[in-house]
């Protein structure tokens, strides 16, 4: 059931919501409604605020059971203790093996009281009852649940998607003894660097303006259904509305009218500064006590940074933790589909979503429940372009070393360091590049596996490429692009695209790994530096990690461009404040990629031994 019927632009919200929330399924919605009693309450917090709370508890009584939790600021619809969910719990798999299943609205969100704050900031340290955030909350939660629903056996789990994701990563710190267990999944975890809002300091467009028309209006109080902001917005093709529209601030002062707090705060904070910082969680992931399942997906355009990062955090802050990854080929939250088999064109031969289903119930049932086994390696990952299911005891694994391709004259990319050259390309923010070779009304998935001949053939994007590979390489972790770059103007976006050419008749140029850095933040994110002009700079960018065969017969490619719109907002290409800009603020910019001695440009992967 998708909770949003008035907007055509939250194609990443809806996947969460489908993956949330009560679905028509009349078969499962029958047997919870035999076998479990709905309940709601007003759960008070240590500083008075009641959060509302949907509970199915079994009607069995002849065992006790854990407590499985889900807190959202999507809403616990339907509400009524008459009116039954057809989903509860992670998948379908789950309400035949019997938990008390609780969804609670967050601070602030839906039928709740109190304030809601994007990403609510962690506190290391709370002196008072007034000092609040999403640990204690989950803290006060569990034990108003352990205190006041029978018939529990003392444990608790929590788990979520996207944003429920983010607050099943901020219950760990200090978490209450009876939670032993969490899954956050594609959770949200530094939305200035990766996630959500931004990625690299540059600014997810079209995805959050889609996303705060409909989540963000201001309500008056507790109340069951937000209405969009504007109900003026008309989008055919998303790259001509965003374009037309003009300079960033033109959409509130023409769609918004101050009227979406998140999205002023966001144009309030276009550095990391104290706010972002704040809203960093994985400062927070210290001494993490419960086993953690974390889960994401290689074609999540909003939050693989989250899971990979929240993963990394964990491991490097909390020594002697229970803490597993899960990587698959999915989409945002696209685990928790019936299905998953196929995607922008590839068939991973299986279903992806229903092995990984069985996985999460059986971590679920041994933490919680004391039941089965949970024999599962650190990381578990599969590997596009052979799709296959891999084990590892680390992640990254050890069995990979690092390797430098680097980028040559005559768009060639080879082991051997480049001598001589360079290459030099216009970025006209009148004419961006397009994130994909489709027309549409939404972001569509499909950019993060889709074919970029369209790029290579355009006079503003660099490509270099290997020759035909004569064994299987596979790359596995983070991939690393060091370029040295002069730019003509103060600063520029830089794109750095990873690219399995197909054997195929079209040569297809499939689209493995991409980022964005907006230049003024090569540095620092929260000093942002101008360019000088024509001055040779060193330039780094931090792509995602992989985990990707390019098979024998295939080619590597790097794709280098300026723009990627209107997936990223576009850049006047001068240093200043990007939401202050006015139509005169953007400008051309020379772009030139440096491949000599002295100035190398190459992509470090590590490629498996």
């Known amino acids: 059931m998708n909770r949003i019927l008035f907007t055509l632009a939250l194609l990443f919200t809806l996947v969460v919501v489908s993956a949330q929330r009560p679905n028509a399924n009349p078969e499962a919605a029958k047997f919870i409604k035999d076998n479990y009693t709905k309940i709601e309450r007003l759960i008070p917090m240590r500083d008075g605020i009641k959060l509302f709370t949907a509970i199915y508890i079994p009607k069995d009584s002849t065992q006790k059971y854990p407590f499985l939790l889900m807190r959202t600021p999507y809403s616990v619809r339907p509400y009524g203790e008459e009116n039954y969910s057809g989903r509860v719990g992670p998948s379908s798999l789950f309400i035949k093996e019997k938990y008390i299943f609780v969804s609670q609205d967050v601070r602030g969100r839906y039928m709740s009281e109190g304030e809601f704050r994007e990403m609510s900031p962690g506190m290391s340290v709370k002196k008072t009852n007034k000092d609040v955030d999403e640990s204690s909350d989950t803290y006060d939660t569990i034990d108003w649940l352990l205190k006041n629903i029978g018939n529990n056996n003392g444990k608790a789990g929590i788990y979520g998607i996207s944003y429920p994701g983010f607050y099943a990563s901020a219950a760990l710190p200090n978490a209450h003894p009876a939670l032993v267990a969490a899954s956050p999944q594609a959770p949200m975890s530094d939305e200035f660097e990766g996630d959500d809002a931004n990625h690299r300091g540059a600014f997810m467009l079209m995805d959050n303006f889609g996303f705060m028309n409909s989540f963000d209006h201001s309500r008056p109080g507790p109340w069951k259904q937000y209405p969009p902001i504007s109900t003026t917005i008309k989008i055919d093709d998303v790259y001509d509305f965003y ?217 503003d994007v660099l490509y270099y490429a290997s020759g035909v590979l004569d064994k299987d390489i596979t790359v596995y972790g983070n991939i690393t692009a060091r370029l040295s770059a002069a730019v003509s103007n103060t600063d520029v976006d830089f794109i750095v695209k990873v690219i399995d050419v197909l054997p195929d008749s079209a040569k297809t140029q499939r689209l493995v790994r991409a980022e964005v850095l907006r230049g003024k933040f090569r540095n620092s994110y929260s000093q942002p530096e101008a360019f000088v002009p024509d001055k040779i700079t060193p330039i780094t960018i931090e792509l995602n990690d992989v985990a990707h065969t390019f098979l024998k017969g295939h080619k590597i490619m790097i794709q280098v461009q300026s723009s990627w719109f209107p997936l990223v907002d576009r850049n006047p290409q001068k240093f200043m404040n990007i939401p202050d800009a006015n139509e005169n603020d953007f400008t051309k910019a020379a772009i030139r990629i440096y491949h000599d001695v002295k100035n190398p440009s190459f992509i470090e992967m590590r490629i498996a031994k």
């Open 243 to 459: 374009l037309k529209t003009g300079p960033i601030k033109n959409l509130n002062a023409l769609y918004f009218h101050d009227s979406s707090k998140i999205w002023n705060q966001y144009m309030q904070h276009a550095t990391k500064d104290t706010f972002w910082q704040a809203r960093n969680i994985r400062t927070h992931l210290t001494n993490i006590k419960p086993a953690v399942l974390i889960v994401g997906g290689w074609y999540d355009a909003e939050d693989m940074f989250g899971s990979l990062e929240t993963y990394k955090a964990i491991e490097a802050q909390s020594p002697g933790n229970n803490n597993r990854l899960v990587m698959g080929p999915w989409t945002h939250g696209a685990w928790s589909r019936g299905d998953w088999s196929k995607f922008a064109g590839i068939d991973f031969g299986s279903n992806t979503s229903a092995a990984f289903q069985q996985l999460e119930l059986n971590f679920f049932n041994y933490y919680l429940k004391g039941t089965g086994a949970f024999n599962v390696p650190e990381a578990t990952i599969f590997v596009t372009g052979t799709n296959q299911w891999k084990s590892f005891d680390q992640w990254p694994p050890k069995e990979s070393a690092p390797t430098k391709l680097f980028l040559n004259e005559g768009h060639a990319l080879s082991l051997t360091a480049a001598t001589k050259g360079w290459d030099e390309y216009i970025s006209d923010p009148a004419n961006p590049v397009p994130y994909i070779n489709k027309k549409s009304n939404d972001r569509i998935n499909e950019y993060m596996a889709a074919d970029q001949t369209f790029a290579s053939l355009r006079n």
